[in-house]
């Protein structure tokens, strides 16, 4: 009780003396200082790449009659290129004449056995002349049905000249124009998926002992920093370059596939460390030091030496302990002693 009463009476004086010299009391926001697990880092080299591109190709040879523009944005399903399938409509109609054919010959051979089988009563005919008959009526109806088969091959084929995209995205390339010749495995558009990307990174053999799936990361570009996590380590590295594939997930379609990024990655195992908010750091020429809230409202100037950083969260070494009370706003212009005004206690 009588700590708080002295803390109060001090704050009164410095805000009596501020008010004095025509200076209020400056406002700031704080934060806590932690005690977080930390390895030191290093900034990997990355690349912007959509979890799907595909370079889309026929499946038949044939005439092309459409073939979406660069930049249409296409649903799963749509149609993106289209071959001409006036042989394969041609050669459906052969295979339903076949069929109907066939049937034909099927109906009357069932007609000649149940007349075989009449006369056969009176003995008229012999029961070989029957099996026989009855050999040829099983043969038909497997005629049919090889025949049945041709025409579902066929379309088959008439469903192919018709080309439709795998994935949601958009086109971003046209390799093939209306009224070439295309064929089985001739690329005609690749097709992106603009909105579900990633970020592909190289890093070290030496530091995959140190990454793992769902591993919080930043991602750093000219626009500033992004929180996300490793969605996936490639488990086997180059030969050459010794480095392995590091994934990292995105969230969101602001990104541009291509762009270049760094992905911060450990490179160490982690040590429990004195960390605060990068904000409360002071960088001048010859110093970097933080400003401590003292229990009477007042702050204290305290030098510090940096360390490893993750996110937001940067490591201190100086007179800063787990449950400080540091300034992370408004401190450029305070001095040692000086009393202050908190707007904000995070």
């Known amino acids: 009780m009588r700590t708080a009463t002295v803390a109060a009476m001090l704050l009164a004086m410095s805000w009596s003396v501020a008010l004095a010299q025509g200076r209020p009391p400056p406002s700031v926001s704080i934060d806590t200082a932690t005690e977080e697990p930390m390895a030191s880092t290093f900034l990997a080299p990355g690349t912007i ?16 009659t459409s073939v979406a523009e660069v930049g249409t944005r296409v649903e799963t399903g749509d149609l993106i290129a289209t071959i001409e399938d006036r042989p394969w409509q041609l050669q459906l109609r052969e ?77 971003t390339e046209r390799t093939a124009s209306v009224g070439e010749y295309t064929g089985p495995g001739v690329e005609i558009i690749r097709l992106v998926d603009t909105d579900n990307v990633e970020v592909r990174a190289q890093a070290p053999v030496a530091v995959a002992r140190y990454l793992a799936d769902g591993m919080g990361v930043a991602i750093r570009d000219d626009r500033g920093t992004a929180e996300s996590e490793i969605r996936s380590v490639v488990g086997v590295g180059d030969e050459r370059s010794r480095m392995v594939e590091v994934r990292v997930a ?97």
Not at 256 to 275: D, K, N
Not at 284 to 305: H, I, S
Not at 324 to 330: L, N, S
């Open 250 to 346: 995105l969230d969101g379609a602001d990104w541009i596939i291509g762009s270049a990024v760094r992905v911060e990655l450990p490179q160490s195992e982690p040590t429990v460390v004195v960390a605060v908010p990068r904000d409360a750091l002071i960088l001048r020429e010859n110093a970097t030091y933080l400003y401590k809230l003292k229990d009477d409202n007042t702050v204290q100037q305290v030098p510090v030496q940096t360390g490893m950083g993750n996110g937001a969260l940067i490591e201190v070494r100086g007179d800063v302990a787990r449950g400080d009370r540091v300034v992370i706003r408004g401190g450029e212009r305070l001095r040692s002693g000086q009393a202050v005004v908190i707007v904000q206690d995070s």
């Open 95 to 171: 295979n339903i004449a076949n069929i109907r054919r066939l049937q034909a010959n099927a109906e009357y051979l069932q007609a000649q056995l149940q007349r075989f089988e009449r006369l056969a009563q009176k003995s008229d005919v012999t029961r070989n002349q029957i099996d026989e008959l009855r050999s040829q009526i099983e043969m038909a109806r497997q005629d049919i049905v090889r025949a049945e088969v041709q025409r579902d091959q066929t379309l088959y084929q008439i469903s192919r000249t018709k080309i439709t995209a795998p994935f949601p995205g958009r086109v």
């Open 49 to 64: 790449v959509s979890r799907n591109d595909a370079r889309i190709s026929a499946e038949i040879a044939g005439r092309l």
